[in-house]
């Protein structure tokens, strides 16, 4: 009797946690957001560096004329990001060994996808793989191609992918507040760009707070609008890669932080007072001099007189 009792627990908590399992938000990573603000100028502001590096290094997906053999030169990244009461900021530096000099004719180029979930709905319940349709009521995906200034094509510059939420269709599409530097670099390029929050995320948007983001970087390898490899932070899950649209593309996860507390003064070291009384007579060497000069020229001169005074006398 006690055996078919043990085993009848043991099943049911075996269930228990598969159930919890089920319904993970699908997270295997994390990076901390510092508070804190930043310009939009394409340069790193001391701010992000209260923020962990999100590297994208992972190979997540392979399409048009990309091959295995692309993998070794593939763009990779690393950005920072920041939040404060009224925005997201996030900062990019791309590597990219083959930049992009042909207008573009679409925006699947050189370029940086990002997905914010602050819903936390982009989980395994809701999707025995992943992601289904969008981000929900306050899901942002953003796009942007690095070069579409350079290369002609500014209205590739800034681009959000309709349908993926309601607050990013209706708040951010045409807002003024939103804002973006890309700059071409030596070695590839930085794109520096922020958001406002609408007032359902200013009421969530606070320390401890965690959401699915996630970050993938296009590589396009031959210069003709079209992405060969997709670089993500996160990585694949039972072979499904982050990158696999209309499947997966799961998020990882932000967790906003305080900025950290400003370094203590340093104690001053204990000087001893010095009283009035001792205190050594401070002498303005510039007015002092010409006194001391004058005097020890008056002293010479009386001395002189007197010495040839003297010897007047003993000759008189
Ligand atoms: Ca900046
Ligand atoms: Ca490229
Ligand atoms: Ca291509």
Redesign the pocket.
Known sequence: MKKKVCFILIVTLLAAALSLNASAVLHQKQAKASYGSAEIDGKLDDAYKNSDPIEARFMSSIANQGTEDDVDRM?TAVSYMLWDESNIYIYTEVT?????TNPLAGNSS?GIEMFFDFENINSAEASPIGRVGNYGELGVFLKTCAYAQAVGSQEYETVWIENFSTFQDEFLMSNPDCKIANVITPTGYISERRFPLNDELKAIIKEGFKFGFQIAIL???TDDSARDLKITWGEAVDDISPATWGQSAHCDEILLTAAPEPPAPETEAEVPAVSEAAAPETVNPKTADPVVFLFAVSSLGAVAAAATKNKKNKNK
Request: charged share 40%.
């Open positions: 763009a990219d060994s083959t930049p992009i050189d590589d396009d390898m």
